[in-house]
């Protein structure tokens, strides 16, 4: 790719477009967990049934995600964002009518799950592949635009459940959904690499000529998929429940919920910090290291109960676990080629998808059956430490295209 292209002025309105989108798509998932009790209050279903929807809707992102990226792949981000934001306001609003807890699940979780999958990995792939230089910042930015979420959306939802029903709650955020996500959707492109005739053939990488096939049996990428699992499935519980936590130790509503928004804050910080970091020292490195300290960084919740302790747990989980997850773009980048990425990061994304998957129902069924999220931190921090372990083993390709080819071929 010519310097001169992918330098393009315009790679920095893709950074904001993206971090936009993902700020608004994932502030319209994860309204759930502030509208956990008032649901469960109106209705009467239970917090099992109710986290059961997320863990739904994280099922669908990750069908969604591999899906949603292999179509960005062929048709280009545009047409898949648009869509997604599309999909993704109508879906919030549907959920807002729902009569039962079975609809409710269905709807929020397959609908809302699957629309946002087609933000993720699409934008991120989009991303990597307009810069050739501060790459690890790039796709750092845009995830800390995903990061925003808890610190505008999430409090955007409690004001307005604290004024409003959760319904009425539900078809606003609908609302803004469509008004911010449509319009930024078009402003996302191809990237010149791929827009131009030819790009994806011409592009000098050492895995250049390997198949989508081969790209997803290669040891490289499964490692990615089984680290990104265990990564979210150690921190998608802490997430999810932090707020229902904070509130079962006595803390008010708004005031649980600024937790989530400190957590937010210092992600936002985590993300830029750690691509900062992860330019410098490598994004693996990085990652080994950022693993093993989100292990221990959840299990400290397990000793707070007052408002300032879990201010500072939040701050430094946030930072953490935010920080780690850009880089396995990154590492996605730097290992397979740009005509797959929407394929390989979505597939990256599936993994993590899953894993986030793990956190509402478990934490859910653990508080049901024993009045407390106690067990919940304790088993995080036992998966964290299994994905640091599995991040350990993985050898980037070699990056002479010979050496690359023949461990593509053995692989």
Same mark, same amino acid.
């Given at each position: ?219 490289? *990428?499964?490692?990615?998929? $089984? #680290?990104? !699992?265990?990564?979210? /499935?150690?921190?998608? %519980?802490? =997430?999810?429940?932090? @707020? ?57 919740? *397990?000793?707070?109960?007052? $408002? #300032?302790? !879990?201010?500072?747990? /939040?701050?430094?989980? %946030?930072? =953490?676990?935010?920080? @780690? ?87």
């Amino acid at each position: 790719m010519p310097h001169a292209v992918a330098e393009s002025p315009y790679r920095w309105v893709i950074v904001a477009a993206g971090g936009l989108l993902g700020c608004v798509a994932i502030g319209a998932m994860f309204s759930l967990p502030v509208l956990l009790r008032p649901i469960s209050e109106d209705t009467g279903w239970s917090t099992t049934g109710i986290s059961t929807a997320m863990t739904i809707g994280f099922l669908a992102l990750a069908l969604g995600s591999i899906a949603w990226g292999s179509l960005s792949d062929r048709f280009g981000p545009r047409a898949v964002v648009l869509a997604g934001s599309t999909m993704l306001a109508g879906s919030v609003a549907v959920a807002s009518r729902a009569t039962s807890l079975v609809e409710f699940q269905l709807v929020f979780g397959l609908m809302v799950g699957f629309s946002t999958a087609a933000i993720f990995a699409p934008m991120m792939a989009c991303v990597t592949g307009w810069f050739e230089t501060q790459r690890g910042l790039a796709v750092s930015l845009v995830s800390a635009g995903m990061g925003m979420a808890p610190m505008t959306m999430a409090p955007l939802a409690a004001w307005l459940v604290s004024n409003y029903d959760w319904r009425t709650t539900m078809l606003i955020l609908a609302g803004i959904a469509a008004a911010i996500m449509i319009p930024a959707a078009l402003l996302v492109r191809r990237p010149p690499a791929l827009a131009a005739r030819g790009g994806a053939a011409a592009e000098a990488h050492p895995q250049a000529d390997m198949s989508v096939r081969q790209a997803v049996r290669t040891p490289q *990428f499964i490692i990615l998929l $089984l #680290t990104n !699992f265990f990564c979210c /499935a150690t921190h998608s %519980g802490p =997430i999810f429940h932090t @707020v229902s936590y904070a509130i079962s130790c006595g803390i008010p509503m708004i005031a649980a919920v600024s937790i989530y928004s400190v957590e937010g804050l210092a992600g936002m910080g985590g993300r830029v910090a750690f691509g900062f970091l992860g330019d410098r020292f490598g994004a693996k490195n990085v990652l080994v290291t950022g693993l093993l300290l989100q292990a221990f960084g959840v299990l400290a919740y *397990f000793f707070v109960s007052g $408002l #300032t302790g !879990f201010y500072t747990v /939040a701050a430094i989980v %946030g930072f =953490i676990y935010a920080g @780690v997850m850009p880089l396995y773009a990154v590492i996605a980048r730097e290992n397979f080629p740009l005509k797959m990425m929407g394929t390989v990061i979505g597939g990256t994304a599936m993994a993590g998808s899953l894993g986030m998957a793990t956190g509402p129902v478990l934490g859910g069924l653990l508080y049901d059956s024993y009045a407390t999220y106690s067990w919940l931190y304790v088993g995080s921090w036992g998966i964290g430490l299994g994905a640091f372990l599995i991040a350990m083993t993985f050898r980037p390709f070699p990056k002479t295209p010979g050496m690359a080819a023949n461990a593509a071929a053995t692989a």
